[in-house]
């Protein structure tokens, strides 16, 4: 079920912008791309989603490649409590709901 | 608005004996999913609930897991009789409208289940 690859670990200095790639090559035409984070010892928590356009909200913005392979999250201004597992996951558009959790990136946010 | 809520946050039981998850879901969601994290694997989806019908429980791993949500509204998750293999971290999640993929799903804190 794995669709995503994702670097295991990062680190990011904290005020600085921390982007983090994911690729998805294998994407087709109805799936999002949606990003999630678990913060340690709690459930994971929903962060943006995207289907063809740059999206933005007050939490992230997601950079998604014109041919839509590959796409980059991106937090603008880390701070420590962005120090977490974060998740890309593709999903089609209807049909099944679930989420399909690989193993993510562990962002490090450094003081 | 509450978000979803989960009992206990920890369970400790033996090899052998049952235990019972409860979830709370955010008000008025009628998507209710139940997904695991056991020690050292990815988090893996259980099974999915539309109001009080299961509409998706191909990620329950054996007999011995039973999903039930009476009523449309809080669901329970029973292991009967659980095993060590069972020790990990269950959560729920919610989301408001049936088969929207563009729909977020809202998760719980978990619970952490051990078997001993």
């Known amino acids: 079920d794995a669709k995503t690859t994702q670097p295991p670990s990062m680190d990011c200095a904290e005020g600085r912008a921390a982007n983090l790639p994911c690729n998805h090559s294998?994407?087709?035409?109805?799936?999002?791309v949606y990003w999630y984070r678990q913060i340690h010892s709690q459930g994971p928590q929903y962060i943006i989603h995207?289907?063809?356009n740059n999206e933005t909200n007050e939490m992230a913005s997601l950079i998604i490649t014109e041919d839509r392979k590959s796409s980059t999250l991106i937090l603008p201004h880390a701070t420590l409590r962005d120090t977490a597992v974060y998740y890309c996951i593709v999903r089609p558009r209807a049909g099944a709901n679930n989420l399909f959790f690989g193993t993510g990136t562990r962002l490090t946010v450094i003081p | 608005e509450a978000g979803v809520t989960q009992f206990p946050s920890h369970s400790v039981i033996e090899k052998g004996q049952t235990v019972t998850l409860r979830c709370d879901p955010i008000?008025?969601?009628?998507?209710l999913y139940w997904y695991r994290r056991v020690m050292g694997k990815e988090i893996k989806f259980l099974l999915h609930?539309?109001?009080?019908?299961?509409?998706?429980e191909s990620g329950m791993p054996n007999n011995r897991f039973l999903a039930e949500r009476t009523g449309g509204t809080y669901s329970t998750l029973k292991v009967q009789p659980a095993e060590l293999e069972d020790s990990g971290v269950y959560f729920c999640a919610s989301s408001p409208l049936p088969g929207q993929a563009t729909y977020e799903q809202y998760f719980g804190p978990g619970t952490r289940l051990t078997v001993t």
């Open positions: 609930f539309v109001k009080e019908s299961k509409q998706d």
């Open positions: 294998t994407i087709s035409g109805n799936e999002y």
């Open positions: 995207g289907l063809k």
């Open positions: 008000s008025g969601h009628d998507n």
